[in-house]
């Protein structure tokens, strides 16, 4: 009996640390890195001068911004980005997956994220929507200027991946795995 209890403590210590491990190793190694790039842009009425704005004009413009990211947000224009790309894997349904669009809250800004696992991929993305935007959005609404804020640059880093909630989740695994172990070595006779 003595014996089987150390076996079963040592599974119950050492399955943890392994599926740890291994877990983390995973996420280190496995896993690729994923670089998120973001462009921006205000969205005016024509009617709207940055001096001279009224209460109307503002609300106008976050109206046409909302109505830009409708548009942004379209199969066309993930279409019409992933036609000026020769790179099989920017497709429009990937692009309708990593593309997010987004509307500053109070506000006409309307900001652009790609991620990607390659930096300078993410950057071109990104600046491209914008690109298409400026010149596809005026045809949609006859009143909408659009006014480029921020360029995408390539991030220098990627996105950090959660090793530690990854660690944790693997090191639980092996936790589960060394209980029904010691579970089924205590009751063995009962398995034969």
């Given at each position: 009996?003595?014996?089987?209890?150390?076996?079963?403590?040592?599974?119950?210590?050492?399955?943890?640390?392994?599926?740890?491990?291994?877990?983390?190793?995973?996420?280190?190694?496995?896993?690729?890195?994923?670089?998120?790039?973001?462009?921006?842009?205000?969205?005016?009425?024509?009617?709207?001068?940055?001096?001279?704005?009224?209460?109307?004009?503002?609300?106008?413009?976050?109206?046409?911004?909302?109505?830009?990211?409708s548009v942004a947000q379209s199969r066309?224009?993930?279409?019409?980005?992933?036609?000026?790309?020769?790179?099989?894997?920017?497709?429009?349904?990937?692009?309708?997956?990593?593309?997010?669009?987004?509307?500053?809250?109070?506000?006409?800004?309307?900001?652009?994220?790609?991620?990607?696992?390659?930096?300078?991929?993410?950057?071109?993305?990104?600046?491209?929507?914008?690109?298409?935007?400026?010149?596809?959005v005026p045809v949609y609404y006859k009143?909408?200027?659009?006014?480029?804020?921020?360029?995408?640059?390539?991030?220098?880093?990627?996105?950090?991946?959660?090793?530690?909630?990854?660690?944790?989740?693997?090191?639980?695994?092996?936790?589960?795995?060394?209980?029904?172990?010691?579970?089924?070595?205590?009751?063995?006779?009962?398995?034969?």
């Amino acid at each position: 009996m003595g014996r089987l209890l150390k076996l079963q403590i040592v599974a119950m210590v050492l399955l943890p640390l392994l599926f740890g491990g291994a877990g983390y190793h995973l996420t280190q190694v496995a896993v690729a890195p994923e670089f998120t790039s973001t462009a921006t842009v205000v969205v005016r009425g024509t009617n709207s001068n940055s001096e001279d704005m009224q209460y109307e004009d503002v609300l106008a413009s976050q109206t046409l911004a909302k109505m830009v990211v409708s548009v942004a947000q379209s199969r066309e224009i993930a279409a019409e980005v992933s036609a000026t790309f020769n790179d099989p894997t920017i497709t429009p349904d990937r692009l309708m997956d990593s593309v997010k669009v987004t509307l500053l809250p109070d506000s006409s800004i309307v900001s652009i994220q790609y991620i990607d696992s390659q930096a300078e991929r993410s950057a071109r993305v990104a600046n491209k929507y914008i690109d298409i935007l400026e010149a596809e959005v005026p045809v949609y609404y006859k009143g909408a200027i659009l006014t480029r804020l921020d360029y995408a640059v390539a991030p220098e880093r990627p996105l950090k991946t959660n090793s530690v909630l990854n660690t944790l989740a693997a090191a639980l695994a092996g936790l589960a795995f060394a209980m029904i172990l010691a579970y089924m070595l205590a009751n063995r006779t009962y398995y034969r």
